[in-house]
């Protein structure tokens, strides 16, 4: 199948690009290297050098729909975003350039060019806002509700994406990621918390919660949402459908764990908490599970180890 994927040569998308070339697929990755890295792509490179083409270029482009067209996918994953929701904040309308004037360059190209499918990178974490706990893990029936202009953009990117489905029938999936770890993660990142624990830990540094650490977050490996990725693909079907565990852990037990799997003698250091910050957050994985045939396998304790071990050998 040819494939396109925006953001390929990032954290989640380069590790996507891995698993589609190993399958046989042939994939044009875009990317503008704001963040991601030709080094991410280097072992795709090698397996599938023929079928592999990396384009470096910014999704707000206006030449993108006409090499939308010329490349003709049969499905685009997409993952190329503006994603610190600070700088959303910050910077609302350059968010808005790229999250959502971006993502419709996209659509219209994929339209002009006969694609079939485009699955899209939502966000879990800022889609939903701040729910009731008596709403978690939340479902997708759950009222959509974000709280930055990082969220609202997601959210007017699946919007364009049902009323195109309605008016031309170019389908697509909305995957709503809970906090996404692994290897390759950017631990100078804002939702690497990690990727930045490891790389400190490490380091023989403590490591910085903000707040009382009993905030929680859904923390699904990198390889379990890529799987749900290349299962979206085949299906699709016009739906928001959420990628987590459906189990909350707390800032202070993921912190535990990490000081145990690496070994080093210290305690974590408590900082004020941030403002906006959601205290709580997990996600009902169960659409997944009818719709994708999909469930996380990664346990945290295995996740984490094969984060330590990734960070130990990029600094050796």
């Known amino acids: 199948m040819k494939v396109m994927v925006t953001g390929g ?48 270029m910014d999704i707000r482009s206006p030449e993108l729909i006409d090499f939308i067209v010329q490349k003709r996918p049969e499905v685009i994953f997409h993952l190329a975003a503006q994603a610190n929701v600070r700088h959303s904040v910050e910077r609302p309308v350059f968010d808005a350039d790229v999250n959502i004037l971006g993502t419709l360059r996209l659509i219209e190209g994929a339209r002009c060019a006969g694609t079939l499918r485009i699955v899209f990178a939502a966000s879990g974490g800022t889609l939903y806002g701040e729910p009731d706990p008596s709403e978690l893990p939340i479902k997708e029936s759950c009222m959509h509700h974000p709280l930055s202009p990082y969220g609202v953009s997601k959210k007017a990117a699946v919007d364009y994406m049902e009323a195109f489905k309605n008016m031309y029938g170019l389908d697509y999936c909305a995957l709503a990621l809970a906090n996404v770890y692994g290897p390759r993660q950017d631990p100078n990142g804002e939702a690497g918390v990690v990727a930045i624990f490891a790389e400190r830990l490490l380091k023989n540094q403590q490591v910085i919660i903000y707040g009382d650490g009993e905030q929680t977050r859904d923390f699904v490996f990198v390889d379990d949402v890529v799987d749900a990725f290349v299962k979206a693909g085949e299906v699709g079907g016009g739906e928001i459908v959420n990628i987590g565990t459906g189990h909350e852990v707390s800032v202070n037990e993921l912190a535990s764990i990490m000081i145990r799997a690496t070994g080093r003698d210290v305690s974590p250091v408590y900082a004020k908490e941030r403002v906006g910050e959601l205290r709580r957050n997990s996600l009902d994985p169960s659409l997944a599970g009818s719709l994708l045939g999909w469930s996380a396998w990664t346990k945290l304790e295995g996740g984490v180890y094969e984060v330590i071990e990734h960070f130990r050998k990029v600094s050796s």
């Open 9 to 56: 040569a990032g954290f989640i998308g380069s590790s996507l690009v891995d698993r589609l070339i190993s399958e046989g697929h042939t994939v044009d990755v875009i990317d503008d290297l704001s963040s991601g890295t030709l080094t991410n792509l280097a072992g795709a490179r090698l397996e599938g050098a023929s079928r592999l083409s990396f384009h470096q």
